[in-house]
Every structure is written in C-alpha cells, then in structure tokens.
C-alpha cells in the first residue's frame, strides 16, 4: 500500500501541468494545442501463483495481484504519454510479497489507418524474494507495441526487453515476445464481451544466468468491458524448451478500472 501511496503523490506534479497547459502563454505562439490528460488504473484479482517471465513458478498460491498505473497523455508531443505503475503479488500460503514498480516514456512513432507503433522506454525496480537467493533489481526496460489488421481481424504485436543495471543475481538481457489477435463476441451499447488469444515466447542472455530459449506459451483471455472497468479471465499453457524448466498451466481472473 505504501508503494501505491507514493506513486499516487508522484503523478500529483504531471497533474498539475494537465489543468492548463497554456496557461501563461498566447494561443499564437501555440503549435498546436495539447489534450493533455492524467488517468488512474487499478486492478485486483487472483491467479494461480507468481511466475516469472522465464518460466519458473513461485509459491503454492493461489497469489493475490494488485497493479495501479497513472498515466499522464500529451506530456511532450501528441500521441505520448509518461506512465507510473506498481505491481504486487501476494501468495496466500507463505504471505510473500513480491512487487515491482517502475517510470516509462511512450511515443508514437506510426499512425496511419492500417498501422499503428509505439515505442516505449523506462527504468524499474523489481524485488521478488523467492527467486534464487532473492532478486533486488534495477533495470532498463524497453517497449515495442504494433497494431494491424489482417483482413477485419485486428493484430497486436508486443516486444519487452528488461536489462539488469544491478543485481544480486547475474546480470543479462530478456525478451518476451507477444502476438494476440481479438474476437469480438458480443456487443451491446455499452458493454463487450471479446476474446484474445494468440503464442508467446520468451529469450534469455544471461539473464538470472540463464541463456537461449526459454519457453512457448499459448496464452486466452475473455474480457468483458462495461464503460471504464474490464473483467479480465485469462488462462495459458506453457511447454518448456530447456530441460528442468516444467511444463505447466496458469490461469488468472482480474477486474480493472480506469478514472
């Protein structure tokens, strides 16, 4: 709770600026004017347990998730956004806490009616002290979002890249690579019901001192969308590519809501 306080009192200052953004200023000497906006998400719910993008899985569970992100919008250019966000994982059985926290900087960088990319850079901190001899992190992180459409059937592709600065553990790089596409089920005036799926990946440089391919994962959602809150069920298969990594399933079921 302690974390959440504090990224709460950080977006104060971008706030702030999004109340008038040309105050002081004549509408002439104005590019153009910014709809900056500032945007609070908070999700909670359950899943199996705590599992790291590498594969390994943490705790008996089932893990309580928690996450709140403040976004502000139109900070420097049109189409960007700075982001704060923390995440917590609490496994009901030991009452471990594991949690990262991070800053990051969105730009786009194509919009055209077929194709959209985005680009994101930012620092986090991550602290899980069931992985090895505890994990106290600081790292780079990196993002790649494009979206199109094939025929009528959107497509998301999503590249995360972390570098560890500073580590307990081995120092290296990971990627994790995601291609979803969407169904939309049903549709009301003011609700949705839709479906994503599509296969996920993982490559490891040294990172934790492990190499190569870690793992395929096939990975569905349902998500019903009422206004600003998203329940969210999700469940994932994992084979493993490297010996001692297992395979297993997962599942999780969050609600969200954005102010």
């Not at 359950?46 to 976004?71: E, I, K, S, Y």
């Amino acid at each position: 709770m302690r974390l959440l306080f504090i990224l709460v009192l950080l977006a104060a200052g971008p706030a702030a600026l999004a109340a008038d953004p040309t105050a002081g200023t004549s509408a002439a000497s104005q590019p153009f004017s910014f709809k900056r906006n500032v945007s609070i998400t908070l999700q909670s719910g359950f899943a199996d347990t705590f599992q790291l993008t590498l594969g390994g899985m943490f705790g008996d569970g089932p893990a309580w998730q928690n996450r709140v992100t403040v976004t502000a919008s139109e900070v420097l250019r049109k189409g960007d956004s700075v982001s704060l966000s923390g995440w917590n994982t609490h496994d009901a059985p030991s009452h471990v806490n594991s949690w990262t926290a991070g800053v990051s900087y969105r730009t786009r960088v194509i919009a055209t009616p077929k194709h959209l990319l985005y680009l994101a850079g930012g620092v986090q901190r991550w602290r899980f002290p069931s992985v090895m001899c505890g994990a106290q992190d600081w790292l780079g992180a990196w993002q790649l979002q494009y979206q199109t459409r094939v025929k009528r059937l959107p497509v998301m592709l999503t590249q995360d890249s972390w570098t560890i600065f500073h580590s307990p553990l081995k120092k290296g790089s990971l990627l994790h690579t995601q291609l979803y596409t969407e169904h939309s089920l049903v549709e009301r005036h003011d609700w949705k019901l839709a479906l994503r799926h599509g296969p996920q990946h993982t490559y490891s440089w040294n990172f934790y001192g492990t190499n190569g391919h870690r793992v395929m994962r096939y990975a569905g959602f349902l998500l019903l969308s009422w206004h600003k809150t998203t329940l969210e069920a999700g469940y994932r298969q994992q084979v493993a590519l490297q010996k001692r990594i297992p395979d297993n399933r997962y599942w999780s079921v969050l609600l969200s809501r954005t102010f």
